[in-house]
C-alpha cells in the first residue's frame, strides 16, 4: 500500500491513501464509536439512568392516550399525585393527559422530572399523514 504524506498549499499537513484504505480505517472509527455507545447504554441501564421497555410496555405506550398518562401509571401515580409533584393543578394534568389541554415546555419538563423521565418521552408521537 502507498501512503504520501504531503502538505496542503497552506501548510497543513495531510495524507494521501487508497481509498479501500481510507473505507477501511472509517469503518473501524464507526465500530468504536458504536462500541463506546453500547458501553454507555449499558452503564445507563445498569445504574437504572436508563430502562427498556418491552413489547407489552410498547403496546401499552401506542394505546395509552397519551405518552404522560403512560408514564404516570407506569410509576404507579395518580393524577393527584403527579399534578401536586409537577406543580400543576390536578384539572390541568387531566386535560394534559387526555389531549384536550395543552403545555408549555416548562410545565412538561416539570412532569418529566416527577416521572424521572426525558422530556422527550412525554412528547406525543407526530400523527402519520
Excluded: C, K
Excluded at 15 to 39: C, G, K, N, W, Y
Amino acid at each position: 500500500m502507498t501512503i504520501v504524506r504531503t502538505q496542503t498549499p497552506s501548510g497543513e499537513s495531510i495524507v494521501i491513501m487508497p481509498e479501500a484504505e481510507f473505507e477501511r480505517l472509517a469503518a473501524l472509527a464507526e465500530d468504536a464509536s458504536d462500541l463506546q455507545t453500547l458501553v454507555t447504554s449499558q452503564t445507563r441501564l445498569a445504574s437504572g439512568e436508563d430502562e427498556l421497555l418491552n413489547e407489552a410496555d410498547l403496546d401499552a405506550l401506542r394505546h395509552a392516550p397519551s405518552p404522560l398518562a403512560f408514564w404516570r401509571a407506569r410509576r404507579g401515580l395518580s393524577t393527584t399525585e403527579l399534578a401536586a409533584r409537577g406543580g400543576i393543578s390536578h384539572a390541568d394534568l387531566t386535560a394534559i393527559e387526555d389531549g384536550t389541554g395543552t403545555s408549555d415546555i416548562v410545565v412538561l419538563r416539570s412532569l418529566a422530572d416527577a416521572l424521572g423521565v426525558d422530556l422527550e418521552d412525554l412528547v406525543p408521537a407526530a400523527p402519520v399523514i
